[in-house]
C-alpha cells in the first residue's frame, strides 16, 4: 500500500490495516529514503507507505521518527512495535531479518570494506547539497567521485558488488539518479556525463543501473527531480507532483 500524497501539519494519522505489515515513512524525491525502499523491494517485502511533507511535517511524526527525518520503519509486528530511523541502519536490519537476496556480501572482510565505502560516499552527498543549496563550486564534488571511479577499476567488475548490483550500488544510486538536478543547477560547469575520460567506469555503471529491475522499482524521472528540486528552490516543494 503506497499512500500517494504527503501527510503535513494537521493530517491525521493513516488509517491503515491491522495486519502486521511494516510501515514506512517516507517522503518520495528524499535519496535517503529510497535507499529503504530499494531494500525492501529487494526482499519483496509487503509494507504500508505514508509520505511525509518535510516542510510541514504532522505532529504525530515523532512518535515514529524522534529526529523527525524520514526514513522511519515502523515494526508493527515485533514486540512494542519498535522503529527504526536512519537509512543505513534500516538497510542492514532488513538483510539480516530477511536474508533472501542478500544486499550485504557473505564474507565479512568484503562486507566491512563496502561499509567504509558507503561510508566515504558522504563526501559526495555532503558536496552535493553544498552546490545545490549554496552554489558552491563543483571541484569537490568531483573529487569526491574520483574516489568511486578510482573504486570500481579496482575492483574490476561492472558493479560495486560484483557480477550485479549489491550493497554499496544501491545505497550509492539515489544520488546518482538525482545527477540532472546537479546539471541543472551547474549548466556549463557540469562535466560528469561530459567528461567521459575521467568518469568512463562511473557513466557505464550508471547506464546499467538505469536498467536495473530493482532501481527502475522505485525511481523518479530526470525531468520531476528537477522540477521537484526548482519548485522546493522557490520555496513552494512539490511534494505531490506524482500523486
Not at 510541514?56 to 524522534?66: G, N, Q
Given at each position: ?16 490495516p491491522?495486519?502486521?505489515?511494516p ?19 529487494a526482499k519483496?517485502?509487503?509494507h ?27 515494526l ?15 538497510v ?22 563496502d ?15 553544498k552546490?545545490?543549496?549554496h ?6 564534488l ?6 568511486f ?26 544520488w ?39 532501481v527502475?522499482?522505485f ?6 527531480h ?17 500523486a
Amino acid at each position: 500500500m503506497s499512500a500517494g500524497k504527503h501527510l503535513t501539519k494537521g493530517s491525521p494519522r493513516p488509517a491503515l490495516p491491522d495486519d502486521g505489515v511494516p510501515r514506512l515513512y517516507s517522503m518520495r524525491f528524499c535519496p535517503y529514503a529510497q535507499r529503504a525502499h530499494l531494500a525492501l523491494n529487494a526482499k519483496k517485502l509487503p509494507h504500508h507507505t505514508i509520505y511525509i511533507n518535510l516542510t510541514e511535517k504532522p505532529e504525530w511524526l515523532v512518535d515514529y521518527s524522534p529526529l523527525l527525518k524520514v526514513p522511519a520503519l515502523h515494526l508493527v509486528a515485533e514486540r512494542d512495535q519498535p522503529a527504526l530511523i536512519e537509512s543505513l541502519i534500516i538497510v542492514e536490519y532488513l538483510d539480516e531479518k530477511y536474508p533472501e537476496n542478500p544486499l550485504l556480501a557473505k564474507d565479512p572482510l568484503q562486507r566491512a570494506q563496502d561499509k567504509i565505502l558507503v561510508e566515504r560516499f558522504g563526501a559526495v552527498t555532503s558536496n552535493f547539497m553544498k552546490i545545490l543549496v549554496h552554489n558552491a563550486e563543483p571541484d569537490e564534488l568531483w573529487s569526491a567521485f574520483d574516489v568511486f571511479e578510482e573504486e570500481l577499476g579496482k575492483r574490476g567488475t561492472s558493479y560495486f558488488s560484483g557480477s550485479k548490483p549489491g550493497y554499496v550500488d544501491y545505497m550509492i544510486w539515489p544520488w546518482f539518479e538525482r545527477l540532472p538536478v546537479l546539471q541543472f543547477v551547474l549548466e556549463d560547469r557540469y562535466i560528469f556525463g561530459a567528461d567521459t575520460l575521467r568518469f568512463a567506469k562511473l557513466n557505464a555503471w550508471v547506464k546499467l543501473m538505469l536498467n536495473d529491475d530493482l532501481v527502475k522499482s522505485f525511481i523518479v524521472q530526470p525531468e520531476q527531480h528537477v522540477e521537484f528540486w526548482r519548485t522546493r528552490k522557490a520555496g513552494n516543494a512539490n511534494y505531490d507532483m506524482l500523486a
